[in-house]
């Protein structure tokens, strides 16, 4: 039986690993008793994960909505740029736009797909500006109606073992 197609992470990490990112606020002895492991030995394990970077961040997920930002956009850009130095620019001034949830360099039509959040209209617009100003030469906007699937869980387990 493969639980991850990684050869140094044996069943006891995945199940460790599917824990933590399904109910990330278990503690170390929760989360001990159903690996059947000792505490100070999960803790072992967990500490080695993170060393390894198989963990990246321990985080709260927020509830968009219920903190009042009602628009998620899906937002297609293209650029002109093809200088790195410049691309570099480019890509950290996205990265600290905090309305910018995820910024993924993409293949195809586009260059980049950014998952935007923002409480209204008014403030799409004014972010729409933002990006215009930093050089992109084409922009798509996609709103999302409703969410039908939202998950940060990885599939580590294959089929057989879930």
């Known amino acids: 039986m493969e639980f991850s197609k990684n050869k140094m992470l044996d069943e006891l990490d995945c199940n460790i690993l599917h824990i933590l990112q399904t109910e990330g606020q278990l503690n170390n002895s929760e989360i001990a008793k159903r690996?059947?492991?000792?505490?100070?030995?999960?803790?072992?394990?967990?500490?080695?994960?993170?060393?390894?970077?198989?963990?990246?961040?321990?985080?709260?997920?927020?509830?968009?909505?219920?903190?009042?930002?009602?628009?998620?956009?899906?937002?297609?850009?293209?650029t002109n740029i093809h200088q790195q130095e410049k691309l570099e620019v480019l890509e950290r001034k996205l990265k600290s736009m905090p309305e910018i949830l995820e910024c993924q360099c993409i293949t195809g039509e586009y260059d980049y797909l950014l998952k935007v959040a923002n409480?209204?209209?008014?403030?799409?617009?004014?972010f729409i500006r933002k990006l215009n100003s930093l050089g992109i030469t084409r922009i798509q906007t996609s709103l999302a109606l409703r969410e039908i699937k939202y998950s940060t869980a990885l599939p580590i387990w294959d089929d057989e073992n879930r």
């Open 35 to 78: 690996v059947n492991l000792s505490p100070p030995a999960t803790h072992t394990r967990i500490k080695r994960l993170e060393a390894e970077g198989y963990i990246t961040n321990h985080v709260a997920i927020l509830n968009q909505e219920k903190l009042g930002f009602d628009l998620l956009s899906f937002i297609f850009m293209s």
């Open 119 to 126: 409480k209204d209209r008014k403030e799409l617009e004014n």
